[in-house]
């Protein structure tokens, strides 16, 4: 069941992301931009890298194909950690922003909550467990803490920014950062938290390391 679960979700998130990049090609949010733009922009978001990250853990465990590492932990905590954070900044402060009708919205809803909900219940009910690890949080913030120096060095030359609260000609380079250091804060906490609880629950006499 467990494997199912995860192939479920691996399935969300293929059906996520191409939802969200016809809606992009096509230019509904956009339409004043360039389609070659419009790509690009689509690959800039945090939440594009966040559901591709979240699908393809889901799908090694699915097929079976997990291995305990170092890399692969790192990820599944990546896997986990970030579409919680991604569903719920988009709640709370982008989702009152837009008004997205028709396939735009579908997509919005595919990748900050379908996808975050399937993560989040396949981790806690089916796992595996017993194989994260303290030392896996650093390597965890390796995705984000990549996406930022990216997403500011690439705005540095185009102008462009993905998200509102990270604008930085509206905002400043201040605020910018700050609020990049405060979500990072944030999301290394979530991944030790995670961390705390995989090691708690898989201490138990019986769990598996393995889908269940």
Same mark, same amino acid.
């Given at each position: 069941?467990?494997?199912?679960?995860?192939?479920?979700?691996?399935?969300?998130? #293929?059906?996520?992301?191409?939802?969200?990049?016809?809606?992009?090609?096509?230019?509904?949010? %956009?339409?004043?931009?360039?389609?070659?733009?419009?790509?690009?922009?689509?690959?800039?978001?945090?939440?594009?890298?966040?559901?591709?990250?979240?699908? %393809?853990?889901?799908?090694?465990?699915?097929?079976?194909?997990?291995?305990?590492?170092?890399?692969?932990?790192? @990820?599944?905590?990546?896997?986990?950690?970030?579409?919680?954070?991604?569903?719920?900044?988009?709640?709370?402060?982008?989702?009152?922003?837009?008004?997205?009708?028709?396939?735009?919205?579908?997509?919005?809803?595919?990748?900050?909550?379908?996808?975050?909900?399937?993560? #989040?219940?396949?981790?806690?009910?089916? &796992?595996?467990?017993?194989?994260?690890?303290?030392?896996?949080?650093?390597?965890?913030?390796?995705?984000?803490?990549?996406?930022?120096?990216?997403?500011?060095?690439?705005? %540095?030359?185009?102008?462009?920014?993905?998200?509102?609260?990270?604008?930085?000609?509206?905002? &400043?380079? @201040?605020?910018?950062?700050?609020?990049?250091?405060?979500?990072?804060?944030?999301?290394?906490?979530?991944?030790? &938290?995670?961390?705390?609880?995989?090691?708690?629950?898989?201490?138990?006499?019986?769990?598996?390391?393995?889908?269940?």
């Amino acid at each position: 069941m467990g494997r199912v679960w995860h192939g479920l979700t691996a399935a969300a998130a #293929l059906i996520a992301l191409s939802v969200q990049f016809v809606v992009m090609w096509r230019g509904d949010t %956009a339409p004043d931009d360039s389609r070659a733009d419009r790509v690009i922009h689509y690959f800039a978001y945090l939440t594009t890298w966040t559901v591709l990250i979240a699908g %393809a853990m889901a799908l090694t465990i699915a097929i079976g194909t997990d291995r305990d590492t170092a890399v692969w932990r790192a @990820l599944r905590l990546d896997s986990v950690v970030l579409p919680v954070v991604i569903g719920t900044v988009n709640f709370v402060m982008l989702r009152p922003l837009g008004d997205l009708h028709g396939l735009a919205n579908l997509g919005d809803h595919l990748q900050h909550d379908v996808v975050p909900i399937l993560a #989040l219940t396949g981790w806690i009910v089916f &796992g595996p467990r017993g194989r994260a690890q303290f030392s896996d949080v650093g390597a965890f913030a390796i995705v984000p803490v990549v996406w930022v120096v990216f997403t500011f060095v690439s705005g %540095a030359f185009s102008g462009w920014y993905p998200y509102p609260f990270i604008d930085v000609p509206k905002t &400043g380079y @201040l605020p910018a950062i700050i609020f990049c250091v405060v979500a990072a804060s944030a999301m290394t906490l979530l991944a030790a &938290g995670a961390v705390f609880v995989d090691r708690l629950v898989s201490s138990r006499p019986g769990t598996s390391t393995t889908a269940s």
